[in-house]
């Protein structure tokens, strides 16, 4: 979800270190045991779809502010928040997701920012980070020692930050921690991408900056030293961080390739490895078009076979034909299954079977996307949508997040807070 750009200042090289400490305690002014706003589960009247996914459970507190992005590992899930009031700051949620009816635990302030976009655990759940705007920009790094508290270690800002960090993917590349800043552009000076080591968590360290994107970069993937990037109407680029063979480091990226998608506006990207049958062909791309939050949204999916890295090109596509329309947002994947799982706004929740080959088809199940004449394979008319999720719900939702974990499906609301639904099978 986009914001209007502010002003943002040149490089300062400032980094600013909290010493460890608590970071944790109803620091909301909600009542967390409580319910606001109506918060209900309940499903609608009408005849739910076909294929509906089955609905765990909702939040116990509905949030009176704006739900954002969710992190899930083990028991625990973490959101976020978005445009809130500069005096009130911003809060992360923390929840017990063991059972069907996930229960809200915490709340955690976060001063100087005014969305907490992103959130992310690192991949030993030894750390969370969060990426916050509006300026001064800043990540965020708070121990996971005892994950129902996080502790402070860090909060790394300077000019580069500046004026907010939009996403902040995490990932190793070598065996070492990095995170993956997408900086705001604002006014003459353009959106630009900051690599961040965190191998030290307490000393972050900015190890990489470059100008790109239009007029966005948006958020990045990373896997096996391989760096996507998803550049808005500059496509999406894919860069050597230390595994593409080509001699990149996280300091030294070297781009592969680049490919522009179907309408531009490359929101998000997926790089898929199956585990069972080998294939890394296909990486997947989430479009953000316009949208009213609560109300409607637009952009597809588009499928980049990437088996050619130099030259990646895009095959197919999925998109929600409805009225009013739906957009995709964020992904997560079950991949030994093979699911792509799809946050889609008003569009609830969408489970693809991306398993096999995408960029075969015949002419029946071919159209074309939106404002394009040249058809590609349609995802939807290969029988590949497997779930629909909260389309069968009496209360609007809009989804921004997503997460498979465990054989469940977490989706972050932001009209409603949470949500717990089963995962769906082949």
Known sequence: MRQASHRRGRALGALLLLALGMACGSDDTTDP???????????????????????LGCGNFKPSRTTAEIAVRGTLAYTTTWGNAAAAASVFYIWDVSGNVPALLDSVKVDNATTLGDVAVSDDGAYLVVATE?????????????????????IFSNGETNPGVHTAEIGRVNGKLYGF???DPVASTPAKLVIVDLSSPASPKQVFSQFIGNPFVHDTFVRDGILFLALWNAGVAIWDIGGGG??????????????????GEAHNVWWFKDPITGSAKYAFVGEEGPASIGVSSTGDIHVLDVSNMASPREVAYYTVPSSPTSGTHNFSMDEPNGILYAAYYNGGVRALDVRGDLGTCTDAQKSSPRNQTVPLCDLTKMGRELGVG???RADPVYVWGVQFLGGSVFASDMLNGIWKLRAVSR
């Open 33 to 55: 045991l409580g319910s606001t706003n109506g918060a209900t589960c309940g499903a609608s009247a009408g005849a739910p779809p076909a294929n509906a996914m089955t609905v």
């Open 246 to 263: 080509k001699g990149g480091t996280p300091a030294a990226p070297v781009e592969l390739g680049r490919v522009l998608t179907a309408n």
């Open 134 to 154: 509006r300026a001064p920009g800043s990540i965020v790094i708070y121990s996971l020692t005892n994950p129902r508290q996080p502790q402070l270690v860090s």
């Open 181 to 183: 800043l997408a900086i």
């Open 390 to 392: 909260l389309k069968d």
